[in-house]
């Protein structure tokens, strides 16, 4: 489980200004009230992510009757023959998906941006972060139905492609984009929302100067707001990444709807679930789940550092 | 964090729900006694009996019906029912929810419906030290008589090392289903075997194309066709020990037939429960291999092809030329497992015996064939008084015993791996003929991971 990082507001092109040392000019009694607020936050985070993660680490070090099993547990899964090709795919998912992420949250969030009409983008980010309202597996039962040439709303579009059933659609080559794309539909608007936000944070006075200085819609993105967003990027990079190496729901209920031809242990997390409840082997679920946190460790640790999350201006 | 990502937040919390969940239960449940029980007079270590309590038994939907007519006619025997789904469509409920049990040390429920066949494979067996969740029910628990009474080799999948551990529902023997007066209309004479079968496939794709003898797009597909033909891809001969051998003759001949007539169109790779099928070949099925249940499921069913009264025949399974007999094969069929856990173990067993052998639920309210044979018997006999089928019920009876036994019930599930491999291998356009042996790659590789050795 990943904890997002702290960000500090967005501040650029204004004064500079420092966040006022602990107790520097605060009312007294505002640091417990602090306390207090965090508490609850503090007291769930300790009983629903690291007591179980200590107790992951427990079981992973240990064989089925407690007692200390060394590395076993790690060479067991990682010699599974499922394991490697779960790690592809889910290495596969995340390339096409952060990559489109990316590209498409931004480019969309800067068109958004520089429309003038206010309707016209009030609407437009509604729009955009209506599909993100759905709660992570409904969503995915809807695209069940979009995705079955027999009942989609676009069966034209697939059949157009050359799908003429729900099974051709549903092929081991398609999957990556498959998830990417159902990922993308029910994530990329909230976080449309949050780069519209961040943009309006850029001051006026900076975009001003550019433009007297004659640079163009085009130059403004590119190297103003751009770098500017740079944070926010890195951040959504981080949050979005901790979602993807834990893909589960979206290859889960496709495995459930499609009677098994996509396979129950397509993710490594799924890979975990079989472990625990298919095979009865908590030990080697845990496994899974250890080294699946250590790699969202270092790529969040990447994305962090990279995108200057942790800097103060 | 104002304007936090709620989606990402809500699927990575569903995404771990289940794990965490099940970490924290285990967390404050800690784990369960470890001490081996020594066995009881009945073949298992048994808890202290109480006669006067309460049992709780675990149904699916369509088995509520069976506890109702229990609570019928035994006011007495208090029980509580719980829903569940039956561990159906590899959902795999039944096994996660007795390993939880397992490891807190308690909440086993008495009796279990399941809709698998192969849930003794695990139940039968001790678990990471755990006492093993079904009773031995052929050392004394039930009567040997009533056993006895049990359609020959209906309870091969409850069997495992010569015990039997649960009590079959319900059989799904494969049988020749088709329609008499389609077949009439167009002048075909029913197949005697496999070999016809395909001439009579081939000759229909040239000269009605459009109709199908058949279907081959179901997960249990191999358990139609290919364990019809004793295809040893699945021949499990010991509690962790099972044969596979894809490349035989009697695998290849029946691959090779599906292959031809995939390719002609008669044969579709199309499940029977798509909207797709409904839509296609509605008044269109010549004939059709498949289990038992089909005639309540497909056929007679207004939701599905909706075949009127009087046009559904029924042929014995077909053999191949030049095997001494036919065999056929078995997609399905609930069990009933008591657990070795309970405190009233009486009840349990008077409960179970009933729901597996009584009239008042087998032949009354059961939809599918009793696995109990003096239930068979009646139930087949108001199946033919209800003048739905156009021939005699004769052959469904007879295939009831013509289960080929070298086809096992494994912990690993068939149906998963053909849809896993062969379901997209197919599609992807590949001939069954040549994936056999990716087929026995995969099942060998499922079988070792769940601790088989395969030979």
Not at chain 1, 73 to 90: E, Q, S, Y
Not at chain 1, 215 to 225: M, S, T
């Amino acid at each position: 489980m990943t904890i997002a990082a702290p960000s500090d507001p967005l501040i650029a092109g204004a004064p500079e200004r420092r966040r006022p040392a602990p107790g520097n000019g605060r009312a007294p009694g505002s640091t417990r009230i602090g306390y207090v607020f965090v508490s609850l936050y503090a007291l769930l985070a300790v009983a629903f992510g690291v007591v179980p993660s200590l107790y992951a680490v427990l079981l992973a070090f240990t064989n089925g009757d407690g007692g200390f099993a060394g590395l076993g547990n790690f060479t067991k899964v990682v010699g599974d023959f499922r394991f490697w090709p779960a790690v592809l795919h889910v290495a596969v998912y995340l390339v096409i998906w952060l990559v489109m992420l990316v590209v498409l949250v931004v480019g969309l969030a800067l068109l958004v941006h520089a429309i003038r009409l206010r309707w016209a983008s009030t609407a437009l980010r509604f729009v955009y972060y209506l599909p993100g309202a759905l709660a992570g597996a409904s969503s995915v039962l809807l695209w069940l139905f979009v995705l079955d040439p027999t009942a989609s709303p676009v069966s034209g579009l697939l059949r157009a492609f050359g799908f003429d059933s729900f099974v051709a659609v549903i092929q081991p080559g398609h999957l990556p984009a498959i998830f990417a794309i159902i990922a993308f539909w029910t994530g990329a608007g909230g976080w449309i929302v949050i780069m519209y936000g961040a943009l309006n944070n850029i001051s006026t006075e900076v975009i001003e100067a550019a433009q007297v200085d004659g640079a163009g819609r085009v130059q403004i993105a590119l190297r103003i707001q751009l770098p500017l967003l740079r944070k926010w990027i890195a951040y959504m990079g981080v949050m979005s990444l901790a979602a993807g190496t834990q893909l589960f729901v979206e290859p889960q209920l496709l495995s459930q709807a499609s009677n098994a031809v996509v396979p129950n242990d397509y993710s490594l997390n799924q890979l975990a679930y079989q472990y625990a409840f298919q095979q009865n082997d908590f030990n080697g679920a845990a496994a899974i789940s250890l080294i699946l946190l250590v790699v969202a460790l270092l790529l969040s640790w990447v994305f962090v550092t990279r995108g200057g999350l942790f800097e103060r201006e | 964090m104002i304007g936090i990502n709620t989606a990402v937040r809500s699927r990575r919390r569903l995404a771990v729900a289940g794990l965490c969940a099940a970490t924290a239960f285990l967390v404050l449940a800690g784990c369960g006694s470890n001490t081996k029980a020594e066995d009881g007079p009945r073949g298992f270590p048994e808890a202290k009996q109480d006669a006067t309590s309460t049992i709780t038994v675990w149904v699916d939907a369509d088995r509520q019906a069976a506890a109702k007519a229990f609570q019928k006619a035994n006011p007495d025997t208090k029980i509580q029912v719980v829903a569940y789904d039956g561990s159906a469509n590899g959902s795999n409920s039944f096994r996660t929810k007795m390993q939880l049990f397992d490891r807190a040390g308690s909440g086993w429920p008495d009796v279990v419906f399941s809709t698998q066949n192969n849930d003794a494979a695990w139940a039968s067996q001790q678990s990471a030290g755990k006492q093993a969740f079904a009773a031995v029910l052929d050392k004394g628990l039930v009567p040997g008589d009533t056993l006895a009474k049990f359609t020959a080799g209906s309870l091969n999948p409850c069997t495992v090392d010569g015990k039997v551990y649960c009590l079959r529902n319900d059989l799904a023997q494969a049988v020749l289903w088709y329609n008499k007066k389609l077949m009439d209309q167009l002048g075909y004479a029913v197949p005697t075997t496999w070999e016809e079968y395909q001439a009579l496939g081939e000759k229909v794709a040239k000269q009605h194309p459009g109709y199908i003898i058949g279907t081959a797009g179901d997960a249990w597909t191999p358990e139609v066709f290919l364990w019809a033909s004793k295809c040893q891809a699945n021949d499990v001969t010991g509690p962790k020990a099972v044969t596979v051998k894809t490349d035989t003759t009697e695998c290849k001949r029946a691959a090779t037939m599906l292959d031809t007539l995939r390719g002609n169109g008669t044969v579709p790779v199309v499940s029977v429960f798509t909207p797709e099928f409904v839509k296609k070949y509605s008044g269109k099925v010549l004939m059709m291999p498949g289990p038992a249940w089909y005639a309540g499921a497909i056929f007679n069913n207004p939701q599905s092809l909706n075949v009127p009264a009087g046009q559904l025949g029924i042929a014995a399974p077909l053999p191949w030329k030049g095997d001494d007999k036919p065999v056929t094969g078995n997609v399905g069929g609930g069990t009933w497992f008591i657990s070795s856990h309970s405190k009233n173990l009486a009840a349990a067993e008077k409960f179970a015996e009933f729901v597996t052998t009584a009239d008042d639920y087998q032949v009354n309210v059961a939809p599918g064939y009793p696995a109990y044979a003096p239930a068979a018997e009646k139930w087949v006999a108001k199946q033919e008084s209800s003048k739905y089928f156009a021939t005699s019920l004769e052959p469904v009876v007879t295939a009831a015993s013509q289960v080929w036994d070298g086809w096992g019930y494994g912990i690993f599930s068939q149906e998963a791996i053909w849809a896993k491999t062969m379901t997209t291998g197919i599609t992807g356009g590949k001939s069954i003929v040549d994936l056999l042996p990716t087929w026995q790659q995969a099942i060998e590789n499922q079988a070792k991971v769940d601790g088989y050795s395969v030979s």
